[in-house]
């Protein structure tokens, strides 16, 4: 079965650095996400992807995120600048449409520690 | 705006006895799709179940079925003749237009099966 891939599993990185999330959604879906879930707690929804351009975004996606599908294959987030209140789980997740019974699919996350 | 809430922190089970989690959920829009999904210690995001407001039926899959009260606006996951490997976090999540068709998710209920 098709699976959504992410990379690294886990990201070590220093507060102020800049960090990229790497996601590969599955090939013939056309909505893409990222979550984030903070240790242990609510799974909460950054930003969605559709047609090459950002559909929303959440308050916590703010001008040190952002996305990008460099090469129909890819799905990156990036974090400009991380702070210590970035470490989170990240998710990526695709679906092939955004209504309807199609579920999102999760890759198995970027655990990300920022020190 | 699209809400829900899933009031149990933690639930203990015996293994083979079946339990029910609780989902409430809040919304403007006559057309919106429930989800379950299940976490395991190793982080991953699994779908179980998915439930149409419009459905007529309740959903089952296998071992899972949800209990879809529309008037009440519930959508609890009765998991039946639990197994040691259903001890999990356990999402309910919601997708409609009133939240501009992302999929949000509650809080969660760690379910513990006891051998």
């Known amino acids: 079965e098709p699976e959504v891939t992410q990379t690294p599993s886990h990201q070590v990185t220093q507060m102020g650095q800049e960090v990229i999330l790497r996601c590969v959604p599955i090939s013939n879906h056309l909505y893409f996400y990222w979550y984030r879930q903070i240790l242990g707690q609510k799974v909460e929804f950054l930003v969605s992807?559709?047609?090459?351009?950002?559909?929303?975004k959440s308050e916590i996606f703010d001008d040190q995120f952002s996305v990008e599908r460099p090469d129909g294959s890819n799905f990156t987030l990036k974090i400009r600048s991380t702070k210590l209140e970035d470490s989170a789980m990240y998710f990526c997740a695709s679906t092939l449409e955004d209504r309807g019974r199609s579920p999102l699919h999760f890759g198995n996350g970027t655990r990300l520690t920022v020190t | 705006a699209q809400k829900i809430t899933q009031t149990q922190p933690g639930m203990f089970v015996q293994e083979k006895e079946a339990v029910t989690l609780d989902c409430t959920y809040d919304?403007?829009?006559?057309?919106?799709?429930l989800f379950w999904y299940k976490q395991p210690s190793s982080g991953e995001m699994i779908f179980l179940i998915y439930q149409g407001s419009y459905d007529q039926q309740n959903a089952t899959e296998g071992r899972y079925s949800l209990n879809f009260q529309k008037a009440r606006k519930s959508a609890n996951l009765v998991i039946s003749a639990s197994q040691l490997g259903d001890s999990a976090m356990y999402f309910c999540?919601?997708?409609?237009?009133?939240?501009?068709?992302?999929?949000?998710f509650g809080a969660g209920t760690r379910l513990f099966v006891k051998a």
């Open positions: 999540a919601m997708r409609g237009r009133d939240g501009g068709f992302k999929t949000i």
């Open positions: 992807f559709y047609n090459n351009e950002i559909s929303e």
């Open positions: 919304t403007s829009d006559p057309s919106y799709g």
